[in-house]
C-alpha cells in the first residue's frame, strides 16, 4: 500500500481512538482493512469493559473473525494509533497479519520496536511486517492531550479534597456565606511540605504574569478579610494579589492544641507557599503578626520581592522590650481567651457595621477553633533566646544593610499596641524608608481605612 492509503486509513482509527478518549478510555483506535474495504474497528475499552485484554486491537481481531468466520486473517492489514504492546503483538501474531501499521511509538510498552521487538524474532512461524510512524504527530497528539487533562482532572480533585487532619478544625463553610465586601473565590492547598496536609486557604486574584504582586499578611486575631478594602485597588492597576490565611486564621485549617503553632512553622509555611505560588515582583504587605513573620521572608528569597509596604508591625528581635499596649494585649487574650474578635475591630474601627463586625467571628465559632488566638501573643519573641528573635534579628540586619527595594510605612495614631512609636522605630531599620505616614483616625488595624493606602501604594511603587 502506499502512503497515501496509510494515512487515510489511519485516520479512520483517528477517529476510533477519539472516541475511545469521550468515553474516558485511553484514546487508541484501530482498524481491519481488507481489498480496500475496513472490515472491523476498535477502539479501547478495558475500563468499561472491565477487561483488561479489550485494547483497540484485539477488539478489532474479535470483531474481524467473527465477521470472516475465521480467527486467521491472512489478508488484512491492521491500522493502531500506538505501538502495539506485548500481549497485542502476540495476537497480531497468532492472526497472522502480513502487515501492521502503527501511529505514536510507545517507548514504556512498545513490543514492535520501542521496548522489545517481538515482530522481528527470527524464530517465529510466521513473519508480520510492521510500519510505524504513520501520522505519528497526531496520534501523539491525542494520546498528550489526554493525559494531560486528566491529570489536571486529578491535581483538581486532590486539591478540592484536602482531607481533614484528626488533630485539626476546619470552620464550616457556611459561616462565611454572604460576607459583605469579599466576593473572591477561595483558593487551597494542602501539599506544602511543612503543612503535612493541613489546608491553608489564600485568595489570588489578578493575572499571574502581572508587573507586580502584592502579598498581604494578615495579623492576629485577622484574616485575609481585613484586606478587602485594599485588594481591589491592587488588581484595578492590572496586579496580582496573593492573601494567604495563616494556619489557625480565617478558612484555614486550624489545629486543636496550641503547641502546634510555632514562629519557625508559620514561617516556613509562608516561604513554601512563595516559591509554589511562584511569585515575583513582590511587594510585601504587612501587618502586626503579618509583619513579624513576613519581615523575616526576603532576606530568604531576596530576587523575588521589590517593595515593602508595612503597618503597625514591628520585627520582634528579643532584645528590646515589647511596647506596654503589646504586654497589656499578650494579658488581655490570657485572662480573656474568648474575647469577641468583632467586637474588637468594632471598637477600634466604629465606622465597621453589624455584618463586617460578625465576619471578624466567622473563623471562630467556638473555644477549640481559637487554639491560634490564644498562642500568637505569647509567641511574640520578648528575649534574645527566644523562638524566633534570632531570625528577626538577621532580618534587622538585611532591611538595615542588604535591602534594596522601595518602601512605604504606615502607623495608626489610634493604635495603642504597635502605633508610631514603634513604627517610627522600623522605619529607622528599613534602609532608604521615607518619612512614616501618619493616620489620624486609624487604630491598630489600619488596614479599615486601606483604601486611601492602597492608591498611594500603586502610585508609590508603579514600575
Not at 475496513?38 to 467473527?66: F, K, M, S, W, Y
Not at 521487538?117 to 517465529?124: E, G, I, K, T
Not at 478587602?228 to 478558612?251: C, E, N, S, Y
Not at 480573656?336 to 467586637?343: D, E, I, S
Request: aromatic share 8%.
Amino acid at each position: 500500500m502506499n502512503s497515501l492509503n496509510d494515512a487515510h486509513w489511519m485516520r479512520l482509527a483517528l477517529a476510533e481512538a477519539e472516541a475511545a478518549a469521550q468515553a474516558g478510555e485511553v484514546p487508541v483506535g484501530a482498524v481491519l482493512v481488507r481489498g480496500g474495504e475496513v472490515i472491523a474497528t476498535g477502539r479501547n475499552a478495558p475500563v468499561a469493559g472491565h477487561d483488561p485484554t479489550a485494547h483497540a486491537e484485539i477488539v478489532a481481531l474479535r470483531a474481524a473473525a467473527q465477521k470472516l468466520g475465521n480467527y486467521r486473517l491472512e489478508d488484512c492489514t491492521l491500522y493502531v494509533t500506538l505501538e502495539p504492546c506485548a500481549m497485542c503483538s502476540g495476537a497480531l501474531l497468532h492472526a497472522r497479519l502480513p502487515r501492521v501499521v502503527y501511529g505514536a511509538p510507545d517507548p514504556k510498552t512498545g513490543a514492535a520496536g520501542s521496548v522489545v521487538d517481538l515482530f522481528a524474532q527470527p524464530l517465529l512461524n510466521h513473519q508480520t511486517q510492521v510500519q510505524g510512524g504513520v501520522l505519528a504527530q497526531e496520534c501523539s497528539a491525542l494520546l498528550a492531550g489526554f493525559f494531560r487533562a486528566r491529570r489536571s482532572q486529578q491535581r483538581a480533585e486532590a486539591k478540592a479534597a484536602h482531607p481533614l487532619r484528626d488533630d485539626a478544625l476546619r470552620t464550616p463553610e457556611a459561616r462565611f456565606a454572604d460576607l459583605p465586601g469579599y466576593p473572591w473565590a477561595p483558593q487551597y492547598v494542602s501539599d506544602l511540605p511543612s503543612l503535612a496536609g493541613l489546608r491553608l486557604h489564600y485568595l489570588d486574584e489578578g493575572p499571574q504574569g502581572a508587573p507586580l504582586t502584592w502579598l498581604c499578611l494578615h495579623g492576629n486575631p485577622a484574616w485575609s478579610y481585613l484586606y478587602r478594602r485594599m485588594l481591589p485597588a491592587f488588581t484595578q492597576a492590572g496586579h496580582r494579589v496573593v492573601a494567604p490565611d495563616l494556619i489557625g486564621f480565617g478558612k484555614s485549617d486550624k489545629p486543636k492544641k496550641e503547641g502546634q503553632h510555632s514562629f519557625a512553622w508559620h514561617r516556613q509555611v509562608l516561604l513554601e507557599l512563595v516559591e509554589q505560588l511562584d511569585l515575583r515582583n513582590v511587594v510585601l504587605v504587612v501587618q502586626d503578626w503579618g509583619g513579624i513573620l513576613g519581615l523575616t521572608l526576603p532576606m530568604d528569597m531576596p530576587g523575588r520581592f521589590t517593595g515593602l509596604l508595612a503597618m503597625n508591625t514591628l520585627l520582634a528581635t528579643g532584645d528590646a522590650p515589647l511596647s506596654q499596649g503589646f504586654l497589656e494585649w499578650r494579658t488581655m487574650c490570657a485572662q480573656k481567651p474568648l474575647f469577641g474578635v468583632g467586637r474588637l475591630l468594632g471598637r477600634g474601627n466604629p465606622h465597621l457595621g453589624a455584618a463586617e463586625c460578625a465576619a471578624y467571628d466567622a473563623p471562630f465559632p467556638d473555644a477549640g477553633h481559637r487554639a491560634a488566638l490564644r498562642a500568637f501573643p505569647r509567641l511574640v519573641p520578648d528575649h534574645p533566646d527566644a523562638p524566633g528573635a534570632a531570625l528577626s534579628r538577621a532580618a534587622r540586619d538585611f532591611w538595615q544593610h542588604a535591602w534594596t527595594g522601595r518602601s512605604l510605612l504606615f502607623a495608626g495614631a489610634r493604635d495603642p499596641v504597635l502605633g508610631v512609636p514603634v513604627m517610627q522605630q522600623l522605619q529607622q531599620t528599613v534602609r532608604g524608608a521615607p518619612e512614616l505616614v501618619v493616620l489620624p483616625q486609624a487604630g491598630h488595624f489600619v488596614q479599615e481605612h486601606g483604601e486611601t493606602i492602597a492608591l498611594r501604594a500603586v502610585e508609590y511603587f508603579r514600575l
